[in-house]
């Protein structure tokens, strides 16, 4: 053996011929390959970001970077930080064993939950009314249209005979309270 096998050599046999000493080299086997054995760590991965580490091989001490994979997050459970109301959705947190941590809106707001609290003006039969409705979660208020519902007009009735200057008088009534003469 003249030389032997390393990391990135074969290892080599040398012969040499007996009556004229002529030298021949004789390539025997593979290369032995690295042996890289983790040293230490360059660059620590985190959850979401590669890191680096040191590998060196056990035989030439030739070093090596390597990527550390990033972990990925082992999340707990979600909790609730702010609770949604009308206008603005839940706000959940949940936490990473690592350190990490996330927030994330989850959901929608509620919206609101407006009821009936008064008229404000009420409806004739030909004139829109106002009522103001609340919502009872925040107290937002808006009023709304109550629609003139129009008349609900009875039969025509004689309520004047004719006289000698004036022809009879029929009158029609409104369900809702209105009059009306002809």
């Known amino acids: 053996v003249t030389s032997a096998a390393t990391c990135t050599a074969a290892e080599v046999q040398t012969r040499v011929c007996s009556r004229c000493k002529q030298k021949e080299n004789k390539t025997i086997g593979s290369p032995l390959g690295h042996d890289f054995k983790f040293k230490l760590t360059a660059k620590p ?36 930080a702010v609770p949604a109301n009308c206008t603005e959705a839940e706000i959940q947190t949940r936490v990473c064993s690592r350190g990490c941590k996330e927030t994330q809106t989850v959901g929608s707001p509620l919206g609101h939950d407006f009821q009936f ?47 000698c200057t004036a022809g009879e008088i029929y009158t029609r009534i409104c369900s809702r309270g209105c009059k009306e003469t002809k």
Not at 49 to 55: E, F, N, Q, S
């Open 117 to 163: 609290k008064l008229t404000a003006k009420a409806a004739t039969c030909t004139t829109d009314g106002v009522a103001l409705y609340v919502c009872p979660r925040c107290t937002a208020a808006e009023n709304r249209t109550i629609k003139a519902p129009g008349h609900d007009w009875g039969e025509w009735k004689k309520t004047a005979d004719a006289s």
């Open 45 to 80: 991965a985190t959850c979401t970001t590669d890191g680096v580490g040191i590998y060196v091989c056990s035989r030439c001490e030739t070093s090596d970077e390597r990527v550390i994979k990033a972990y990925g997050h082992d999340w707990g459970e979600w909790k609730t």
